[in-house]
């Protein structure tokens, strides 16, 4: 099993985003947007009502993709975002 390692300025976070965003491209489009803020841990699942996605990274690279979801792409339309972020620290599995 790897080893995770999280720094003092890593964050969990978890945004739930609502409205019609069953799109198929929308998970990619978050996949690739995290990535370039640099986030990691990166998972997107689809439930009934909302879109939840997880990432880890700094707390201000978390903020920008939980805006970038508020306006998503073109093929969804975002009602509303909630976002949370979690401090954590040193952590090895």
Not at 24 to 40: C, T, V
């Amino acid at each position: 099993m790897p080893v995770t390692t999280l720094t003092q300025a890593d964050q969990v976070g978890s945004i739930q985003i609502f409205g019609r965003v069953a799109a198929p491209d929308f998970p990619e489009w978050i996949m690739r947007h995290a990535s370039k803020l640099g986030l990691r841990e990166i998972s997107a699942s689809l439930h009934a009502d909302c879109l939840d996605v997880r990432a880890t990274g700094q707390h201000e690279m978390l903020n920008a993709l939980a805006l970038a979801c508020s306006l998503g792409p073109q093929s969804a339309l975002v009602a509303h975002v909630d976002f949370k972020s979690t401090r954590q620290g040193i952590r090895t599995d």
